[in-house]
C-alpha cells in the first residue's frame, strides 16, 4: 500500500479569517473550509488535518463540526493538550487526534510535542481519547527517547517532525535524515504507526524516501500555497504523484 496523505487546511481558513474574523460563518465568508477538503479529496487525498489552536487564529469551533460531518474521509484533529480542545475531540470524535505543544507566539508547531518530559500530563488525555475510540498520535522531534515515552504513554502513532530536514542545509540534510531513519525504526520496533509532517514539499520530499516504514505525510502550507497558483485538487495531485515513489524501505 502507498504512502498516504493527509491534507492539513489550516491556511484555508487562515485566509478566511484575514477577512472574516469577525464573522466567520457569514454565508459569504470565503474561502469555504469544505469545499478545500473536497477539493483535496478529489486530487486523492486521503484524510483532511485541522489545527483546533487555543488562540483560534484559523480553524474556528463550528469548522470542527462543519468538517466531521460534511468530508467524506478520516479526520485528523491536531490540538495542544488542553482540558477545553480535549471537550471539543470527545465531541467531534475525529478518527486521530495528533498532539502538538502549542505556544501562542509561535507561527506554526515549531518543535515536537516534549511526551518524555510530560508523560504524567499527557496519560490520561492519551487514555481519553482512546477510550472514545480515537487513535492518539504524538507529534515528536526524531529522538529515541521520545519514541519510547510515546509507546509508554499509550500512544497509537507517532508523527515525526520533518521541519529540521525540510529547514537544513544540504550539508545537513543526512545528519537529519538519520534521525528520521532511527526514530521510524524505532517506533516500528515497538509497535508504533510512523507518520511525518512539517515542512514537505515535492521539492524536499524525495529526500525523506529512505526513512523506512512510513505510513502517512502531514502537508499543508506548501499544497495550500501551490493552490493559490493552480488549484488545491492539482496540488495534491502533484503531490501525490511524486509519493508514489516511496517504496517503504
Ligand atoms: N503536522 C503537524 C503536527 C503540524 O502542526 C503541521 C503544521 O500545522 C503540519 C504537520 C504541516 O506542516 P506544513 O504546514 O509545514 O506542511
Given at each position: 500500500?502507498?504512502?498516504?496523505?493527509?491534507?492539513?487546511?489550516?491556511?484555508?481558513?487562515?485566509?478566511?479569517?484575514?477577512?472574516?474574523?469577525?464573522?466567520?460563518?457569514?454565508?459569504?465568508?470565503?474561502?469555504?473550509?469544505?469545499?478545500?477538503?473536497?477539493?483535496?479529496?478529489?486530487?486523492?487525498?486521503?484524510?483532511?488535518?485541522?489545527?483546533?489552536?487555543?488562540?483560534?487564529?484559523?480553524?474556528?469551533?463550528?469548522?470542527?463540526?462543519?468538517?466531521?460531518?460534511?468530508?467524506?474521509?478520516?479526520?485528523?484533529?491536531?490540538?495542544?493538550?488542553?482540558?477545553?480542545?480535549?471537550?471539543?475531540?470527545?465531541?467531534?470524535?475525529?478518527?486521530?487526534?495528533?498532539?502538538?505543544?502549542?505556544?501562542?507566539?509561535?507561527?506554526?508547531?515549531?518543535?515536537?510535542?516534549?511526551?518524555?518530559?510530560?508523560?504524567?500530563?499527557?496519560?490520561?488525555?492519551?487514555?481519553?481519547?482512546?477510550?472514545?475510540?480515537?487513535?492518539?498520535?504524538?507529534?515528536?522531534?526524531p529522538e529515541i527517547e521520545q519514541v519510547r515515552a510515546s509507546r509508554e504513554i499509550g500512544g497509537d502513532i507517532v508523527e515525526l517532525h520533518t521541519g529540521a530536514y525540510a529547514q537544513a542545509s544540504v550539508g545537513a540534510r543526512e545528519t537529519e535524515i538519520s534521525r528520521l531513519r532511527a526514530a521510524a525504526i524505532e517506533a516500528q520496533a515497538v509497535g508504533l504507526q510512523v507518520n511525518a509532517g512539517h515542512g514537505i514539499t515535492t521539492g524536499n520530499v524525495r529526500g525523506l524516501f529512505s526513512v523506512p516504514h512510513l505510513i502517512e505525510f502531514n502537508i499543508g502550507h506548501h499544497l495550500v500555497s501551490r493552490a493559490l497558483l493552480i488549484g488545491l485538487e492539482q496540488a495534491v495531485r502533484e503531490m501525490m504523484e511524486v509519493m508514489r515513489e516511496y517504496s517503504g524501505d
Open positions: 500500500m502507498g504512502l498516504k496523505l493527509g491534507v492539513n487546511i489550516d491556511h484555508v481558513a487562515t485566509l478566511r479569517q484575514a477577512r472574516y474574523a469577525s464573522m466567520p460563518d457569514w454565508p459569504g465568508a470565503e474561502p469555504v473550509l469544505l469545499e478545500a477538503a473536497n477539493a483535496a479529496l478529489r486530487g486523492g487525498a486521503d484524510s483532511i488535518t485541522i489545527h483546533l489552536r487555543e488562540d483560534r487564529r484559523h480553524i474556528q469551533d463550528r469548522d470542527v463540526g462543519v468538517i466531521r460531518e460534511g468530508a467524506a474521509c478520516p479526520l485528523n484533529l491536531e490540538m495542544g493538550n488542553t482540558a477545553e480542545i480535549l471537550e471539543i475531540a470527545v465531541r467531534w470524535k475525529p478518527d486521530f487526534v495528533c498532539l502538538v505543544p502549542e505556544n501562542r507566539a509561535e507561527v506554526t508547531t515549531e518543535g515536537g510535542l516534549d511526551v518524555a518530559g510530560q508523560a504524567e500530563e499527557l496519560r490520561p488525555t492519551v487514555a481519553r481519547l482512546r477510550d472514545c475510540g480515537i487513535l492518539v498520535s504524538l507529534f515528536i522531534d
